[in-house]
């Protein structure tokens, strides 16, 4: 909500006494423009109008209402479960902006699948909507009928230990990853990539799923477990659950291979062993929250003074998220050195596919700062894995 809802502190309306939860809007001006507000404490969209010379009012629904310098009497108590569907705010609020009709909540796989595969019309999944939402709002994405929800179900939320792997969940936020023991011990390079989507809000509400499932080349999230050789379990309400290397659920930017009946349920990772570590690095403009320049990750095995295995992932290097196979090839079974990291890195930026962005950075500005990425990474992994 920063930016949008400035007035609202630690969960209570500013000159207020009663929390957010409580209030829903009643009350509108018909010159108000829509926007799209998030909320630490929904997983759900909402409005805010901004007209000038007026009171601001946002309203997340199923969550949070604020009424921004606004009269008492424009601001009423109303139950939250009266806002749980897009046509519940558009009874609320006066609007006609109709993005979805209905909205579902499963606790178990099963009945995500069924909600998908029943639904009368078009369906998506929706867990952090960090994306998905702002997509639906400003137009990117069509509307949709049935939104189903995934953060409650049950199967998606766990981090633990299943046999000689990592499972974690695909609903799991970024924020609980980075405050995980297990993911620290086993896959810093996770760690690290989740610390630096987005601002705290985003990390609390955003998913590893959602982060993965958006198949962005650069995304951070992804880039890290493809260094780390997740592989993906899903789910279908046809062909029950199925496990493939994390790779083969890309198409292209913003594209994946998932069908429309079928759930990301979460990722399985080798769990560290001695001599093995490894390392996340990004390039970002100054604010800190955009997306990035450059990302890398690298995970490697170290035998003695030699690296025994190696796995490295840079983003954006094409149109999926890429490994850098050639060049693995180059360091497994060499001395680490500056003469194997120079031919390395030879190999590697004669495969990737760097292009120029507008509005982040030109192709050759990326190749520059990929070598310095690429020395500082490798360095950072060689050494964890004394």
């Given amino acids: 909500m920063r930016g949008l809802c400035s007035e609202v502190r630690h969960g209570r309306i500013v000159n207020e006494t009663a929390p957010i939860s409580n ?115 400003q137009g990117r994405h069509p509307p949709v009928h049935t939104l189903v929800d995934v953060n409650s179900v049950r199967e998606m939320l766990p981090i633990e230990i299943r046999g000689d792997e990592l499972f974690i969940g695909a609903s799991v936020p970024h924020s609980n990853i980075v405050a995980s023991s297990l993911v620290a011990e086993h896959a810093q390079a996770l760690i690290e990539a989740c610390n630096l989507i987005g601002g ?99 995970w490697l095995a170290r035998d003695q003074d030699q690296i025994a295995d190696v796995r490295i992932a840079v983003g954006p290097a094409g149109p999926k998220p890429w490994r850098a196979s050639s060049a693995e090839s180059i360091l497994r079974g060499r001395s680490f050195d500056e003469k194997t990291a120079a031919r390395t890195l030879e190999l590697l930026l004669q495969d990737a596919q760097f292009r120029t962005s507008p509005r982040r950075a030109s192709a050759d500005y990326r190749r520059h700062l990929v070598s310095i990425l690429f020395k500082d990474t490798l360095q950072v992994a060689w050494n964890r894995a004394l």
């Avoid at 001006?29 to 799209?36: D, H, M, N």
């Avoid at 998913?207 to 780390?228: E, Q, R």
């Avoid at 994946?256 to 690095?281: C, H, V, W």
């Fill in 200 to 298: 705290p809000q985003v990390r609390n509400t955003a998913t590893l799923g959602g982060n993965v499932a958006h198949a962005l080349p650069a995304a951070d999230g992804t880039i890290a477990l493809m260094a780390l050789n997740a592989q993906a379990e899903i789910a279908s309400s046809s062909g029950g659950a199925r496990r493939v290397p994390l790779k083969e659920i890309f198409l292209g930017p913003g594209k994946n291979t998932l069908a429309k009946d079928e759930l990301l349920i979460g990722f399985y990772l080798p769990l560290k062993r001695k001599s093995q570590a490894s390392a996340f690095e990004r390039i970002m403009r100054p604010q800190g929250v955009a997306l990035p320049i450059i990302n890398m990750a690298i």
């Fill in 23 to 137: 209030y829903k809007i009643v009350k509108h001006s018909p010159q108000r423009k829509p926007y799209l507000c998030h909320s630490p404490l929904s997983m759900l969209g909402g409005t805010i109008q901004k007209n000038k010379g007026r009171p601001y009012t946002a309203g997340p629904i199923g969550s949070v209402v604020v009424a921004r310098n606004a009269p008492r009497r424009q601001v009423e108590k109303r139950p939250v479960e009266k806002c749980h569907s897009q046509q519940g705010l558009n009874q609320i609020t006066g609007t006609d902006m109709t993005l979805w009709q209905q909205y579902l909540q499963p606790k178990t796989v099963t009945e995500a699948l069924d909600a998908l595969a029943h639904s009368p019309e078009s369906a998506l999944l929706i867990a952090g909507g960090t994306d998905l939402l702002l997509d639906l709002d």
